[in-house]
C-alpha cells in the first residue's frame, strides 16, 4: 500500500482498500450519531480508524497528507484510545489499532513500506489482527438475527453490520501491515 505510485490497474487493489475502509468510516460516523452516549466514543474511534486507513491507503503522490500528518493523527487516536480505556479494557483494541497505524505512517517515513519496518512488530501485529480477524469472522457467522437497541432513539442498529464493518477493518490492516 505505501510502494510507488502505480498505473490504475496494478494500483486497484490499493483503491478498492480505499474504498471498503472509507464506507466502514462512513458506516462508523453514522453509528456515532444513532449510538447511545457511552457507545459513541468506541464508534467515533472507529470512524476516525476507518478514515485514516482509507486516507493511508490511497498511493503515494495523491492527496496533500504524508506520513508526518498521519502519523500526528494516529497518535492523536492513540491518545484518544486512551481516554477510552477509562470505560474498560475493551477498548484496547482501539490503542493496538492506532498504535499500528501510527507504527505503519512510521515506515512509510522511514522506509516507504517493503521491508521499512521492524519484523519483530510488524509478525506481533499481523498475529494479533489475524486472530482478530478470525474471531470476528466466528462471531459473524455466529451472530444470527440480533439487533442493538439504542437507548435514545427507538430503531435498531444490526449487530452483524457493526461487527462486518469491524471485520472489514481488520482485514484491511493486515492487508497494510503486509505491505510493510
Do not use: N
Not at 486497484?12 to 449510538?35: E, K, N, Q
Not at 498511493?59 to 487516536?77: K, N, R, S
Not at 489499532?97 to 519496518?117: R, V
Amino acid at each position: 500500500m505505501h510502494g510507488p505510485a502505480l498505473s490504475l490497474p496494478a494500483s486497484l487493489p490499493a483503491w478498492l482498500l480505499v474504498l471498503l475502509c472509507a464506507v466502514s468510516g462512513a458506516y462508523c460516523l453514522r453509528r456515532v450519531r444513532r449510538s447511545g452516549r457511552e457507545a459513541r466514543g468506541g464508534a467515533a474511534g472507529e470512524a476516525l480508524m476507518g478514515f485514516g486507513m482509507a486516507v493511508m491507503a490511497v498511493p503515494p503522490g495523491i492527496g496533500p497528507w504524508g506520513p508526518g500528518i498521519l502519523l500526528a493523527v494516529f497518535c492523536g487516536a492513540a491518545l484518544h484510545a486512551l481516554w477510552l480505556l477509562r470505560g474498560g479494557v475493551h477498548h484496547a483494541h482501539h490503542l493496538v489499532g492506532s498504535l499500528a497505524m501510527a507504527y505503519m505512517a512510521l515506515t512509510m517515513a522511514d522506509g516507504h513500506g517493503h521491508g521499512g519496518g521492524l519484523p519483530l512488530v510488524t509478525g506481533a501485529l499481523l498475529l494479533y489482527f489475524a486472530g482478530y480477524v478470525l474471531l470476528g469472522g466466528a462471531r459473524l457467522v455466529t451472530a444470527g438475527g440480533s439487533v442493538q437497541p439504542t437507548p435514545d432513539k427507538p430503531q435498531v442498529v444490526p449487530t452483524e453490520l457493526t461487527r462486518a464493518c469491524r471485520l472489514a477493518m481488520g482485514m484491511g490492516m493486515l492487508a497494510m501491515l503486509l505491505s510493510v
